[in-house]
């Protein structure tokens, strides 16, 4: 997940919750592979923290240690919460200020990499802005609105082991790359790396987090989005170029998606 603070400035943000204004004292959280864009009111400055899910997961469980026996049973339990997928959190500049010292801090100590020597200092460090940030997160035991998602993860919780992905989803997930605007299905995806459609798309959600389909329309509204903003193709020639050849769902989608219909999200881009 990641946790952008907006530092100085203010934008129009766009995402699965619409079209936001942020500024100084928000922060925007947004869950794994969430599409955001953003159109800066003149400028904006913000720093970005990263979150590794398994690392996040970690963290409930020592959270949570008195009524939780294992990782297992804090995996389950951050299942069974519902939360929107992109939030911004509205601090207040006051607040937000407390971040900046150590916001500026870790930056520093990142610039080389990780290091064993720096590890107990970033996750003092982290914890100092989690602490600010958290209370701000909404979450619910049942699901209040459409758009909330219980949380999901990739794939079984484990020790993070630097492996290669398998070939066959290497090569999937390039193909949907080179040829997005082809009518691809699953089964065809799946015959064309020899795989049966279940053992793709489940090597596929272990690798990249997201079904083969819902990775491809990711693909198709990032590239419509490029289309819309660098070139004057008509929208329904440019929805075609991507893939999608019904209006109606292409829009679904990308809004879906980017968090605005293609028509609006031309607009501010022209803006």
């Not at 997928?85 to 930056?107: T, Y």
């Not at 090569?171 to 793709?200: F, G």
């Not at 690798?207 to 329904?236: C, D, F, N, Q, V």
Request: charged fraction near 25%.
């Amino acid at each position: 997940m990641k946790l952008i603070v907006v530092r100085a400035g203010s934008a129009i943000l766009l995402s699965e919750f619409g079209e936001e204004p942020v500024t100084v004292g928000d922060v925007v959280a947004l869950g794994a592979n969430i599409l955001c864009g953003s159109e800066p009111e003149g400028s904006i400055t913000v720093t970005t923290l990263y979150l590794d899910r398994d690392y996040v997961i970690d963290q409930v469980f020592w959270q949570h240690a008195t009524l939780l026996s294992d990782r297992w049973d804090a995996r389950d339990f951050a299942d069974e919460l519902y939360s929107e997928p992109a939030q911004i959190l509205h601090l207040g500049e006051d607040r937000a200020g407390m971040l900046m010292p150590w916001l500026d801090e870790m930056v520093a100590l990142s610039l080389d990499g990780p290091s064993p020597k720096k590890f107990y200092r970033m996750q003092a460090l982290l914890f100092a802005v989690l602490d600010v940030i958290t209370p701000y997160v909404r979450t619910t035991p049942v699901r209040r609105t459409q758009s909330q998602r219980l949380a999901t993860w990739p794939g079984l919780h484990h020790h993070r082991r630097f492996a290669p992905l398998r070939a066959e989803v290497r090569e999937a997930a390039a193909l949907l790359h080179d040829t997005p605007a082809q009518r691809w299905t699953l089964h065809e995806l799946a015959a064309a790396v020899h795989l049966s459609p279940s053992q793709l798309g489940r090597i596929f959600v272990d690798a990249y987090g997201k079904t083969p389909m819902t990775y491809l329309s990711t693909l198709r509204a990032e590239r419509l989005a490029r289309l819309l903003r660098e070139t004057e193709l008509p929208i329904e020639l440019a929805m075609r170029e991507v893939g999608w050849h019904s209006r109606g769902h292409a829009a679904r989608m990308f809004r879906q998606a980017i968090g605005v219909t293609p028509t609006r999200y031309r607009q501010l881009s022209r803006h």
